[in-house]
């Protein structure tokens, strides 16, 4: 499977914005599914996961209770919905698939072995 990132862009803190990665050539609904974000200058970042099933999610702290990870079977995507968006939110984030189990994903990005290209995601103060 190919993943293609979409729906960054430009918003004011406060502000919401939903990014999607789709599938392309297989099912996504194989996969554990995961979002990273990095900043300029700094390292790569776990900001979510969702198992393959959907039945298990995982949020990093620094964006629990403001973003939701979800999958979107019809449109063979996975969405990262980001509300309360904060300036240090401000990132490229990437989407990546693995076949390993969600535990497993979490536990080390190394097995993370599809990823997709970025989007931008900017938050104004």
């Known amino acids: 499977v190919q993943l293609q990132a979409s729906g960054g862009g430009s918003v004011q803190a406060g502000g919401s914005l939903r990014v999607s990665c789709t599938g392309v050539?297989?099912?996504?609904?194989?996969?554990?599914v995961a979002w990273l974000r990095q900043a300029p200058g700094e390292g790569r970042d776990f900001v979510a996961a969702?198992?393959?099933?959907?039945?298990?999610?995982y949020y990093a702290d620094s964006v629990k209770g403001r973003f939701s990870i979800s999958r979107d079977g019809a449109n063979n995507a996975v969405h990262l919905k980001m509300n309360s968006l904060r300036p240090e939110d401000t990132a490229t984030y990437y989407c990546?698939?693995?076949?390993?189990?969600?535990?497993?994903?979490?536990?080390?990005?190394?097995?993370?072995?599809?990823w997709g290209r970025g989007t931008l995601v900017t938050v104004s103060s």
């Open positions: 990546a698939a693995s076949d390993r189990s969600l535990s497993t994903i979490i536990r080390d990005q190394n097995y993370l072995e599809i």
């Open positions: 050539g297989r099912a996504l609904s194989s996969y554990a």
């Open positions: 969702i198992s393959w099933d959907g039945g298990m999610t």
